[in-house]
Nanobody, 124 residues
Framework: QLQLVESGGGLVQPGGSLRLSCAASGFTLDYYAIGWFRQAPGKEREGVSCISSSSGSTNYAHSVKGRFTISRDNAKNTVYLQMNSMKPEDTAVYYC?????????????????WGQGTQVTVSS
């Protein structure tokens, strides 16, 4: 069974922080590129960040660069997205996805497995 499960979403004030988790089961996430995507109501799903397999190279959308950090904990088979200095425009459903095996960060259509998403709301 190949599954990705997101957690950690919720309500946070502007300027606050939130950490999302993407837990993998049925496969070892280190063999896959893992991407974070988000989708706000009425908008297309967009890439937020990704981390490649093995080397761990990362990519960030311009809108989140310097505020968000993606990381991997192989012992827990989990990828995290640390979100700091959050803005109302960060409000969306956040999804993690896997591309591989031995994948590199790519377009959202290239990802093989998707989680169900977790809601993030930034509001005062």
């Amino acid at each position: 069974q190949l599954q990705l499960v997101e957690s950690g979403g919720g309500l946070v004030q502007p300027g606050g922080s939130l950490r999302l988790s993407c837990a993998a089961s049925g496969f070892t996430l280190d063999y896959y590129a893992i991407g974070w995507f988000r989708q706000a109501p009425g908008k297309e799903r967009e890439g937020v960040s990704c981390i490649s397999s093995s080397s761990g190279s990362t990519n960030y959308a311009h809108s989140v660069k310097g505020r968000f950090t993606i990381s991997r904990d192989n012992a827990k088979n989990t990828v995290y997205l640390q979100m700091n200095s959050m803005k109302p425009e960060d409000t969306a459903v956040y999804y993690c996805a896997a591309l591989g095996p031995f994948g590199s960060c790519g377009h959202l259509a290239s990802y093989d497995y998707w989680g169900q998403g977790t809601q993030v709301t930034v509001s005062s």
